[in-house]
């Protein structure tokens, strides 16, 4: 499993997209997950607050947010990789690539389906809180 920063290159692409995670002096872990032959980076985040997460420490509502996952669309997107996280969220994920890559396939299944059914306000609001809204013409 792949963990990796994400460029400044990636973020000055995408400074106005309020939805992609992004704070000045601080990187966002995240996972790499190859889905087709697309490649994703999903973040770790704290205080989630959604069902569309894989928990690593769920009593303090930590994991990967896939609401806030990025397409990679470019090998420049990525400062670097082999990043150290915290032990207890290692744990939580190691040797769980399959899963991890399942997990978030049936979250794209599921964003797919709420983009052609915006008209229903839960879905509507799955897009507008989703980082993938800027990439959704490449998701298919």
Not at 55 to 60: E, L, S, V
Not at 91 to 106: C, D, P
Request: positive net charge.
């Amino acid at each position: 499993m792949q963990i990796v920063t994400l460029s400044q290159n990636f973020y000055n692409r995408h400074k106005q997209d309020i939805e992609i995670l992004q704070k000045a002096n601080r990187p966002y872990m995240m996972v790499l997950v190859a889905v087709g032959q697309k490649t994703f980076a999903i973040p770790f985040r704290s205080h989630i607050h959604h069902k569309y997460a894989l928990w690593t420490d769920k009593k303090n509502r930590c994991g990967l947010d896939f609401t806030k996952a990025v397409l990679i669309t470019s090998p420049d997107d990525i400062a670097s990789s082999g990043i150290q996280i915290r032990q207890n969220e290692f744990n939580a994920i190691k040797g769980k690539e399959h899963h991890i890559q399942k997990r978030f396939e049936t979250f794209l299944n599921t964003y797919k389906k709420a983009y052609h059914n915006q008209n229903i306000s839960r879905n509507k609001i799955l897009i507008q809180d989703s980082a993938l809204q800027y990439f959704i013409h490449a998701l298919w």
